[in-house]
């Protein structure tokens, strides 16, 4: 505890420390691995394959998860908390972010049916013409966002049951979530920004990069979005053992444990999204030694 401010187990202190404590919660949040946070912002943020685009959907992504923070924290004032913070409701979330973020993916291809995951040693037919992608609307983090911001983890449970409660009126009481989302839009924006330098910096033609980061984000969010939704149906139909986790020493929320979230987190961002990354790289590199001139700078 530094100042009045404790981020593991804060209690109301002043308005002040309370929405600093808020604002600090809301950087930790972003920084540590959440699967409602980095999933979306990579994906986003990859098919942006710029560093303005990759900053643009971190912060449109970002900015609509602290305006539903806010709101949230407005109810939670009211004591309405009962309606959003019960586990059934948390998988919900998942169910409805898997379904946002397979239709993105599909939306992304250009197609109708799932896309073809290429991993290593899985061999994909010659013969088979992909579809073109889609550039992702701009729009399209903002609404993850504010849906993504309705999953329940200890951050959250901590504004809107011990901050926003305590703030002095209804005039205040969307602040504490507002500036736990300003925290997490902090380094949630740097962070889109990073993946979106990332993308582009590949040495190949525009085009070439084009079409990697948006098969990226097309396979991220679609297989992605799978995970979510079975991971949502599996904690719906077996609340326990979705909430098995193992204790770690390390007194940071979202670090405190292992389980079944950090492992959907792992599946998304690095199973999938950093894999087909490298996968559609290879397979354009092949293409440009094959066919010099299919692709130009």
């Given amino acids: 505890m530094i100042g009045g401010v404790n981020l593991w187990d804060p209690t109301h202190v002043s308005f002040t420390v309370d929405l600093l404590t808020a604002f600090l919660l809301g950087i930790v949040h972003g920084v540590t691995p959440d699967e409602h946070t980095w999933p979306i912002t990579f994906s986003y943020a990859v098919g942006g394959y710029s560093t303005a685009r990759g900053l643009r959907a971190g912060l449109l992504f970002s900015l609509a998860f602290a305006i539903q923070a806010a709101f949230a924290s407005e109810l939670a004032f009211f004591g309405f908390t009962q309606w959003f913070t019960i586990a059934a409701f948390d998988n919900i979330v998942y169910v409805a972010v898997g379904i946002v973020m397979a239709a993105a993916g599909l939306f992304a291809m250009g197609r109708g049916v799932l896309p073809h995951l290429h991993l290593p040693g899985l061999r994909r037919s010659e013969e088979q013409t992909p579809a073109q992608p889609r550039e992702l609307k701009w729009w399209m983090p903002a609404v993850h966002g504010f849906i993504a911001g309705w999953g329940i983890d200890a951050f959250s449970a901590i504004i809107y049951t ?63 979005g799978l995970a979510f939704a079975v991971f949502g149906v599996f904690g719906l139909a077996f609340p326990g053992a979705a909430d098995i986790a193992l204790k770690t020493p390390l007194r940071v929320h979202n670090l405190d444990t292992l389980g079944l979230p950090l492992l959907l987190l792992m599946v998304v961002v690095l199973g999938v999204g950093v894999t087909s990354f490298v996968s559609a790289t290879q397979a354009c590199r092949r293409r440009l030694l094959t066919e010099p001139a299919a692709m130009k700078p």
Avoid at 169 to 174: F, P
């Fill in 162 to 224: 011990t901050l926003a409660p305590a703030m002095p009126s209804a005039a205040t009481g969307w602040m504490p979530g507002f500036v736990f989302g300003c925290g997490t839009l902090c380094v949630q924006a740097a962070a889109g920004a990073a993946f979106g330098a990332w993308a582009m910096r590949r040495g190949l033609p525009n085009e070439a990069i084009r079409t990697i980061a948006l098969t990226t984000a097309a396979r991220t969010l679609t297989w992605g």
